[in-house]
């Protein structure tokens, strides 16, 4: 069992900054692919960012990509999402998610996730 918590969310100005953090409970999280999905409202859970469980091999979605990165500090059994250059299109509730994989190089894009966290509400204002 994994228990996932987010933080680090809040209201941002366009072209601001915010980091993320998903904290894992447990004592193998580096055991976890973990990936950061988004849903606004009235839209479909998609796909931000996902890194393996060893940190070696990250993927982001197009809309992110050079402006959010993703990492982890398995020694602190927390995964970051750092988010720069906020567009209002970002507005969002962030979720963080984890999957057991024997490979550590391995990322995971669609949902096939096993736990999720509850959730961060991140804003961002014109």
């Known amino acids: 069992q994994v228990q996932l918590v987010e933080s680090g969310g809040g209201l941002v100005q366009a072209g601001g900054s915010l980091r993320l953090s998903c904290a894992a409970s447990g004592r193998t999280f580096s055991a976890y692919a973990v990936g950061w999905f988004r849903q606004a409202p009235g839209k479909d859970r998609e796909f931000v960012a996902a890194?393996?469980?060893?940190?070696?091999?990250?993927r982001y979605a197009d809309f992110v990509k050079g402006r959010f990165t993703i990492s982890r500090d398995n020694a602190k059994n927390t995964v970051y999402l750092q988010m720069n250059t906020l567009e209002l299109e970002d507005t969002a509730v962030y979720y963080c998610?984890?999957?057991?994989?024997?490979?550590?190089?391995?990322?995971?894009?669609?949902?096939?996730?096993?736990?999720w966290g509850q959730g961060a509400q991140v804003t961002v204002s014109s």
């Open positions: 890194i393996s469980r060893s940190g070696g091999m990250t």
């Open positions: 998610a984890a999957v057991w994989t024997s490979l550590a190089l391995k990322v995971f894009t669609t949902p096939a996730y096993d736990y």
